[in-house]
Structures are given as structure tokens and as C-alpha cells.
């Protein structure tokens, strides 16, 4: 069964600061990976959505890369601002229409 | 433009009352619909995922159940609720390749 983990499971950095956030995954049979963010108490909103023949998405100050063979993704966040304070979830489609999510990186943007 | 509304948005239910939770999608047709449990500080569990009228799909044995009475909507029920079903709650949808979109959640807390 597809396991998926994040890493670190809280981040705090101060404004303007360049972060990097990571995911990984057990099986490289995948369809896409999607990162995600969280506000308390709210849905996900969908960030950014790398399809398996892709390296890489770009959304403004955001950056998604994709690693299939290793495993691995990560999640670029530039000149970071409070606003981005939330939970960043990765989720990866396996063949089948099912969805595996990681257990969410929480960041603190201090101003 | 497709749309996903869920509810109620908050429930309050005693141990051993029934659950019905509801969720409807707009603008699509023939989704991919799932329901997820998100229990504090962990990560997105998959409870069921249809792929079509009357095709249930359940990852996790549980006293919970769902249906999909129709094309755009999916259903999540219990008979009994136990304190442990207690958590926050999402529905979503999706078609072949593309980003899951998810609802703004249901917070069902059991006493």
C-alpha cells in the first residue's frame, strides 16, 4: 500500500525567507502528485499538479519538483509572507482513481 | 464551473446516534467522489471512493458506510456513532488525470 510522508512536520521561519518542503512516497507507480494547502479548519485547495511524465510545476512564488524513480518531491516556496501560513499537504494518485495523503507540513511565517 | 458543497458545516451528535452527512458536486458529470476523515494532527484517511452510481469502495472497515443515490451525490452514514468517529471530515471529487477538488469539511464531534 502506498505510505506517504512528509518532512518536517512544522516549520517556522521568519518573512522573506526562502523554504523548501518535502514529500515522499513508497511506490513509484503513480499516476500524479498534487500539493495542497490546508487553513485551520477548512478544505484543501490544490497548489500545484505534477503529472508523472513531469519534473517540475511552477505557480508564481511556488515550485513543485518530482522525482518518480527515488520517490520524492518537494515543494519551493520563495520569499515567503505571513499569508502562507497554513498546513502544505502532498497527495499522490495511484492507478485507480485513489488518492494517498501525507500527514502535512504546518509553517509559521513570523513577520 | 464545477462546484462541491458538504453538509452540514458542524455537527454535535451523542454516542449512539446516527450520521448522515451529504455531499453534492456541480458541473461535472460522472466524477470520482470520495469521503476522507481527518482526525487532529493526522493525516487525510480515505474512507470510500465511488466511481460511479452504486459503486462503494471502502479502504477501512468501520461502522461507518456510504452511498451514491445519484450521479452527483455521495452520502456518508452511520447507524451508531462511537466517540472515536468524532473528527473532521471532507468530501471530494475528481476525473481521470486531473486535481481533486475537496469540500470546506464537516466537523462532527461525538459526546
Known amino acids: 500500500k502506498q505510505e506517504v510522508t512528509q518532512i518536517p512536520a512544522a516549520l517556522s521561519v521568519p518573512e522573506g525567507e526562502n523554504l523548501v518542503l518535502n514529500c515522499s512516497f513508497t511506490?513509484?507507480?503513480?499516476?500524479?502528485l498534487q500539493w495542497f494547502r490546508q487553513d485551520p479548519g477548512k478544505g484543501l485547495t490544490s497548489l500545484l499538479l505534477?503529472?508523472?511524465?513531469?519534473r517540475e510545476q511552477t505557480s508564481g512564488r511556488l515550485n513543485a519538483s518530482l522525482d518518480k524513480s527515488s520517490g520524492r518531491s518537494t515543494l519551493y516556496i520563495a520569499a515567503s509572507q505571513p499569508g502562507d501560513s497554513a498546513t502544505y499537504l502532498c497527495?499522490?494518485?495511484?492507478?485507480?482513481?485513489?488518492?494517498?495523503f501525507g500527514t502535512g507540513t504546518s509553517l509559521t511565517v513570523i513577520p | 464551473s464545477q462546484t462541491i458543497h458538504q453538509w452540514p458545516a458542524t455537527l454535535v451528535q451523542p454516542v449512539g446516534s446516527p450520521l448522515s452527512l451529504e455531499c453534492t458536486v456541480e458541473?461535472?458529470?460522472?466524477?470520482?467522489l470520495y469521503w476522507y476523515r481527518q482526525a487532529a494532527g493526522r493525516g487525510l484517511q480515505l474512507l470510500f471512493y465511488?466511481?460511479?452510481?452504486?459503486?462503494i469502495s471502502s479502504e477501512v472497515p468501520q461502522n461507518l458506510s456510504a452511498s451514491r443515490p445519484q450521479d452527483r451525490q455521495f452520502i456518508l452514514s452511520s447507524k451508531k456513532l462511537l466517540l472515536s468517529d468524532s473528527g473532521f471530515y471532507l468530501c471530494?471529487?475528481?476525473?481521470?488525470?486531473?486535481?481533486?477538488?475537496f469540500g470546506e469539511g464537516s466537523w462532527l464531534t461525538v459526546v
Open positions: 471530494a471529487w475528481s476525473s481521470m488525470g486531473n486535481t481533486i477538488y
Open positions: 511506490d513509484s507507480a503513480i499516476y500524479n
Open positions: 505534477i503529472q508523472s511524465s513531469q
Open positions: 497527495a499522490v494518485e495511484n492507478t485507480g482513481n485513489q488518492f494517498y
Open positions: 458541473g461535472t458529470s460522472n466524477p470520482n
Open positions: 465511488s466511481v460511479g452510481i452504486g459503486q
